[in-house]
């Protein structure tokens, strides 16, 4: 068991060092299909406002402490509700 | 390859949930009778890794960025239906709190990115498992089927946006080589990463790989 702790210890860490580099460094995203969109004159139509869009919170935009924070903490959220999803689909194992 | 909203034509979203869901039940299914309990840590924790991973963008071609899907890893680690439930657990949190990715393309992001991003690189690699024994050739594998993954899921997302005559204004073959072609250069940087996270696993971790799999019984699942 220690060993499944480690390595999960070294992921949680892993994860941070992505989320510090993503912000700090990696954060301009122009993908494909942006790139696509934007040559054919496609354009989006969100059917609602996500309350971090892109990532920030609005009125904090370029703040990388804040977006460091948001990374770390929606990554434990991640975290969180797959091990809650997880666990379900574990319980209803032992039920069948 | 995160489609937003309005990209796509409704029935195309709706024929892409319907598929979708095809997959959701049986991973669902599958997950709730094979789950083991050092699998639930595993798949949290990977989970999360790829999502902080999907954060970094590093840049490709012709201006554009591109970033790790992590498909192909959940899958060889823990079996294609787990790595379609993580995937879906991203997808959805992307989409509902951060706007990447829409909520009427969510079927049609979580068939490219959740199932043939997962299942393909776990059929590839369990075919290179068969056909060969040595570390190269599995090596060779994940690496192959991270590579076709990531341009089969971006020929889809091409696929659907060509189809959707009502909302993209042009047709398949403009669609699908402009997605393919870059996911091919992205694609060889996911298959890169993908070997190596798997070349440590098998020198760290071995035990880790060799977890029961929650994929159909032909592809040797539990």
């Known amino acids: 068991m220690t060993g499944v702790k480690h390595m999960l210890l070294l992921c949680i860490f892993l994860s941070f060092i992505f989320v510090v580099v993503g912000v700090i460094w990696f954060y301009n995203s122009m993908e ?42 929606f990554t434990l959220i991640v975290f969180a509700s797959t091990s809650a999803v997880a666990k379900c689909l574990r319980l209803l194992k032992h039920r069948v | 390859m995160h489609i937003p909203d309005g990209f796509l034509d409704l029935s195309i979203c709706a024929v892409m949930y319907g598929l979708t869901a095809i997959f959701w039940v049986f991973s669902f299914r599958k997950a709730s009778k094979a789950l083991s309990d050092k699998q639930v840590p595993l798949m949290a924790t990977l989970t999360a890794m790829f999502f902080a991973a999907q954060m970094m963008n590093y840049p490709v071609i012709g201006g554009t960025t591109a970033h790790l899907l992590g498909g192909p890893i959940l899958a060889i680690t823990l079996g294609p239906y787990a790595g379609l439930i993580s995937m879906t657990i991203i997808l959805l949190i992307q989409a509902l709190l951060f706007g990447d990715g829409g909520i009427t393309t969510f079927g049609a992001n979580v068939w490219n990115m959740g199932v043939v991003g997962v299942f393909v690189p776990y059929l590839v690699f369990q075919l290179a498992l068969r056909t060969t024994k040595n570390q190269g050739g599995l090596l060779f594998g994940a690496f192959a089927g991270a590579l076709i993954g990531d341009v089969l899921a971006a020929v889809f997302a091409g696929l659907e946006l060509g189809f959707s005559t009502l909302s993209f204004p042009y047709r398949v073959p403009i669609a699908v080589t402009a997605m393919a072609t870059h996911h091919l250069v992205i694609g060889v940087g996911e298959g890169a990463v993908t070997a190596i996270v798997l070349s440590a696993l098998q020198k760290t971790r071995p035990d880790l790989l060799q977890l029961p799999k929650l994929a159909p019984g032909w592809l040797g699942g539990t």
């Open chain 1, 32 to 73: 494909t299909l942006d790139q696509v969109a934007e040559h054919f004159g496609a354009t989006a139509s969100p059917l609602w406002n996500p309350p971090i869009p892109e990532y920030e919170i609005p009125g904090f935009q370029g703040n990388q402490v804040m977006n460091i924070g948001v990374g770390i903490l």
